[in-house]
Structure formats: structure tokens, C-alpha cells
């Protein structure tokens, strides 16, 4: 199937390792040009390295997504830099740690990294009639694990909604807006990584409540942001697509 991306132009935020860094590589390999951006400069320029080593136009800038106006600068040379934007993907979070700044982290890394993103990248998505892909988590929509009230869960939710709510409001400007929500995905260096190494109880757990048998990986994610993204899904917009081998066990209506 041809996804129809090649010669699009493609941004993702936190693209320099995990499930960012996977989106990036396959939207390579299905021929989009990148922006990427993440804070640590060393990382992201061994990702925009290895990905122009294989043919791909790559702008990498270090960016903190929750300096907005640094974020909204970095939309704006990326377009300039590459002709344009079709596709942007929200992937930056701050991540589930329970410290106590953690409400105000991830409003500004996972809610208003996407709320500045959109409004920086509209001007130039109506112009090519593009789509944006926002990360989601299975937690947003199932309390079963982690169970305690927690920021990365509930901000996520929000997430989620914003997304849906810009589909209906930026639909008829031609802009698609969709979400993409993981269950645990590993890669070393990852979270469930370091859930393996020192809990091993909790791995073992979610290994046997994969309907599947096994937990996912960044490129089982990175093929459904893919086909979001991509002109196929046209007529797909304000979807919440689950990509966790079935361990949430709502009923997805
Ligand atoms: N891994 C999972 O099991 C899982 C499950 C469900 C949902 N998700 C979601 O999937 C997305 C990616 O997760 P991941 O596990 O691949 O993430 P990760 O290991 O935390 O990597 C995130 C990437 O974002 C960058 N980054 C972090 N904070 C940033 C900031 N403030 N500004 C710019 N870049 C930043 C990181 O590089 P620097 O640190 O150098 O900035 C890195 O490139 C997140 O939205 C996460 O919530 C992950």
C-alpha cells in the first residue's frame, strides 16, 4: 500500500529516541522530508544523522517544547526550511514520574506543547491541507494501571480531548487531527526499560495481560501515525486510535 507521503514534509517533536524517534524513521522511509526537535542537542544530531545517511531531508533544531515562543519559532523556520508542512506529530511528554512538580510539567510539556504546536502550525497545514497526530496513552482512558490519581494520566486525557475538538474545528479549514494512543511500549532507554530492570513484577504482569503476548514497540507505533498521518486517512479525522494489543479492555464504540 503507498501511504501517498512521499515528498510531504513532516514535523515531530521529541524525535531523538523511543517512539518520536521510530515516527521519524518510518515517515523517512515512506519519503517525507523532517523537522525534528528535541532538548539534548547530542542525541538529536545522531538521530538527524543516521536518518540523512539513508537519503532523508532532515532540519534538526534543540528545542524545549515548553518554551512556546521557542517552539513556535521552530515551526515557523521548519516550514521555511522545508517548503512548507503537511504533517506534524505532538510526541513530547514529560512523562509519568510523581514528583510534585509534575501537574505543572506536563501541562506545559504534554497540554500546551500540543495547544502552541496546533496554533503555530495551522497557518501552514491550511495551506497544504495537512494533518497533525497527537500521542496519547492508553492511561488517559483506562484507570486499571497506573491506579492512583496522577497527572500524566489526567493530562493526557486532555490530550485527547483537545484533539477531537480541533478535528471538528480545524475539519473544515482541510486540517485532519488525530490521536494515537500507546499501551507500554519498550526500547532500551525507555521507561518500561527501567520498569524491567528494578519491577519486575509489574513487566511480567503486563506481558500477561497482552492479549498478544508481548508489549509493543516503537515502530508498531510509529505505522499507525503513519497511516494518520497520511493522505490514505483522509476521511479519517478525530479518531483516538489504541495501539496496545488489546490490553485495555474497553469497548472501543
Ligand atoms: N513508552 C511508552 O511505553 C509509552 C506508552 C504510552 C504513551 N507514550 C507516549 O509516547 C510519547 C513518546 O514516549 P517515549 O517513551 O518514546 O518518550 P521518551 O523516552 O520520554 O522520549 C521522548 C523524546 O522527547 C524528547 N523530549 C522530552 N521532553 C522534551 C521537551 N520538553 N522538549 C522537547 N523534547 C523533549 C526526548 O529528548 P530530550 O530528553 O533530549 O529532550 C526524546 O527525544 C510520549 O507522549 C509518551 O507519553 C509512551
Not at 496522577?150 to 475538538?165: E, Q, R, T
Not at 483522509?234 to 472501543?252: E, F, K
Request: aromatic letters at 4%.
Amino acid at each position: 500500500m503507498d501511504l501517498q507521503l512521499r515528498g510531504k514534509r513532516a514535523l515531530v517533536t521529541g524525535a531523538s529516541r523511543g517512539i518520536g524517534r521510530a515516527i521519524a524513521e518510518t515517515l523517512a522511509e515512506e519519503g517525507c522530508a523532517l523537522a525534528l526537535c528535541a532538548r539534548g542537542a547530542a542525541d538529536l544530531e545522531t538521530a538527524a544523522s543516521q536518518l540523512r545517511a539513508r537519503g532523508a531531508r532532515v532540519h534538526a533544531e534543540p528545542v524545549d517544547v515548553t518554551d512556546h515562543a521557542a517552539l513556535a519559532a521552530f515551526v515557523d523556520r521548519s516550514a521555511a526550511e522545508l517548503g512548507g508542512l503537511d504533517v506534524v506529530v505532538s510526541n513530547v511528554s514529560a512523562g509519568a514520574a510523581k514528583d510534585a512538580d509534575q501537574w505543572q510539567r506536563g501541562l506545559d510539556a504534554d497540554v500546551l506543547g500540543l495547544v502552541r504546536l496546533t496554533e503555530a502550525a495551522v497557518p501552514h497545514l491550511e495551506r497544504s491541507r495537512g494533518s497533525i497526530v497527537s500521542i496519547g496513552t492508553t492511561n488517559a482512558v483506562d484507570n486499571a494501571w497506573p491506579s492512583a490519581p496522577n497527572a500524566y494520566s489526567s493530562l493526557k486525557a486532555a490530550v485527547v480531548h483537545y484533539a477531537s475538538a480541533q478535528a471538528h474545528a480545524l475539519g473544515p479549514r482541510g486540517i485532519r487531527v488525530n490521536t494515537v494512543s500507546p499501551g507500554p511500549v519498550f526500547f532500551e532507554g525507555g521507561a518500561w526499560a527501567t520498569i524491567k530492570e528494578h519491577r519486575r513484577e509489574a513487566y511480567d504482569d503486563m506481558i500477561a495481560r497482552s492479549p498478544v503476548g508481548r508489549i509493543g514497540t516503537p515502530q508498531d507505533v510509529a505505522a499507525a501515525v503513519a497511516f494518520l498521518a497520511s493522505p490514505l486517512s483522509g476521511y479519517t479525522n478525530g479518531a483516538h486510535l489504541v495501539v496496545d494489543g488489546g490490553i485495555t479492555s474497553r469497548v472501543q464504540l
